[in-house]
């Protein structure tokens, strides 16, 4: 492989720019890390920590064979992702998900990038558009970018960057839950990576209760907007509260939903609604409210989550919470390569560029630094193919799904990964099988589309 004498500039030392560094850097090119905390510190990050995880600890599913999410995962792995390695070496057990420790999911980011030959970290905050001898720069700010930054960003892009705000849920100390009324289970006794099907504190709420609880959000006064703040949330992050004002039962097809969970305090009644608890930390010492992300002022946060059976003393590490985050209208601004169409010095990465989640931003990285990289080395890139995630993904942020309509252009929203943002493909029932149900051909077509995206990836992989 060539070296380089041109150096990658990555502005933002989150999941997004930390992947796209050790990407470029394991090219032989010589990379600029960016960080600005601690020396600037955001409304939402507690640590100077590269990768810190902010909202949740959990990278979701990670079942690659029926899952899209999973799927992202074991593409990044065949890629040599440091944020998967980093997961994969600080795993706790959270069911069929991948939950990790995040001071070790941070520290081993940390430690792995300040020891790479080809790795400076920065500490400081880019303010402003990027200089002009920078010639080849990934902007992995963030949905937090600063906004000296932010407002470059949007100089300079002829577009207004749209925005939307994240609530973070909160964390409860383990001895203050009340282990007479909640209990362990993994949801359908589902045992994933470094789990044993017992893996969630499930807190079990009868029909009685689970109104006077809507009822008590409903009521709770909330953090109240700006007027530059009034927009539209992410319908895969709204708070507690709004998704109970769209309707008293909603919560209990969210995230309050009782399906596949059993009572042994009660087996004979169903629970009514179940708030889940997934564990935080390596120690078990603290536990998060699953989907409990929530606008709610500090001071009604307590009083109404007490009202939860088991957690009628719980005593909070952290309440919930709000930050604000910013995106680009990506299918209008960006190139398929990930380039400001208007300034292509400049390439964008993570959560910026319109997709939603940690494990989404970490591969829009992983592909920007393998860009930036052929770039820097004067080598060819060959884009992801669109059978895979990565390629999925990279559609979506780019328009390359969207061709001339104008309309959807306009209407770009975050998008999680998911297989509906994969080509369809044909499945015939299997030989043998009599009944063939709709169910059963939804799951055969899943792992149709998991099998040759890995296929895709591996070949594609090998070009790079």
């Not at 990658?8 to 010589?30: D, M, P, S």
């Not at 600005?36 to 599913?61: D, I």
């Not at 749209?162 to 289970?185: G, N």
């Amino acid at each position: 492989m060539k070296n380089s004498s041109e150096i990658i500039h990555i502005i933002g030392g989150g999941l997004a720019g930390t992947e796209a560094a050790w990407q470029a850097a394991n090219r032989n090119v010589k990379v600029m890390l960016y960080e600005m905390r601690p020396t600037k510190m955001t409304p939402a990050h507690l640590t100077e920590g590269l990768g810190e995880l902010v909202c949740s600890n959990s990278l979701r599913s990670d079942d690659h064979e029926y899952n899209a999410v999973g799927l992202l995962h074991e593409e990044m792995r065949r890629c040599n992702s440091l944020i998967m390695t980093a997961a994969d070496k600080n795993m706790l057990p959270a069911g069929g998900a991948l939950a990790v420790d995040r001071q070790g999911f941070s520290a081993f980011i940390s430690e792995t990038l300040q020891a790479h030959e080809n790795v400076t970290i920065i500490r400081e905050e880019v303010a402003g558009l990027p200089p002009a001898e920078w010639e080849n720069v990934i902007v992995a700010s963030g949905p937090l970018t600063s906004e000296p930054l932010a407002r470059a960003i949007q100089e300079i892009s002829g577009e207004d960057s749209l925005a939307f705000f994240d609530a973070i849920a909160p964390i409860i100390h383990d001895e203050s839950i009340d282990r007479s009324i909640v209990w362990a289970q993994s949801r359908y006794d589902k045992i994933g990576p470094s789990g044993t099907g017992a893996d969630y504190l499930n807190c079990p709420l009868n029909e009685e209760q689970y109104h006077t609880f809507i009822d008590a959000l409903l009521s709770s006064e909330s953090h109240k907007f700006h007027e530059w703040e009034n927009v539209p949330y992410f319908d895969g992050c709204l708070p507690i509260e709004e998704m109970a004002a769209r309707g008293r039962e909603t919560l209990r097809f969210g995230p309050m939903k009782p399906v596949g969970l059993t009572n042994p305090h009660d087996p004979d009644n169903r629970p009514y609604a179940v708030v889940q608890l997934r564990q935080d930390n390596s120690l078990g010492t603290l536990w998060n409210m699953v989907g409990f992300q929530t606008k709610l002022k500090y001071r009604n946060q307590a009083e109404i989550f007490r009202l939860i059976p088991g957690l009628n003393n719980a005593e909070f590490a952290r309440l919930g919470g709000l930050h604000h985050n910013t995106f680009l209208n990506s299918p209008k601004v960006l190139s398929a390569d990930l380039r400001l169409k208007k300034q292509p010095r400049l390439r964008f990465a993570g959560q910026m560029t319109g997709v939603e989640g940690y494990v989404e931003s970490a591969a829009i990285g992983l592909l920007a630094g393998r860009m930036a990289a052929a770039d820097a080395l004067s080598e060819q890139f060959e884009l992801p193919p669109a059978t895979t995630a990565h390629g999925a993904l990279l559609a979506h942020i780019t328009g390359g799904h969207l061709g001339d309509d104008s309309a959807k252009l306009r209407s770009f929203q975050p998008m999680n990964i998911n297989f509906g943002l994969l080509p369809d493909i044909e499945v015939k029932k299997p030989e043998g099988v009599k009944r063939w149900r709709k169910a059963d051909r939804k799951k055969v077509k899943k792992k149709a589309v998991s099998d040759r995206a890995l296929s895709a990836i591996d070949i594609w992989n090998k070009g790079q």
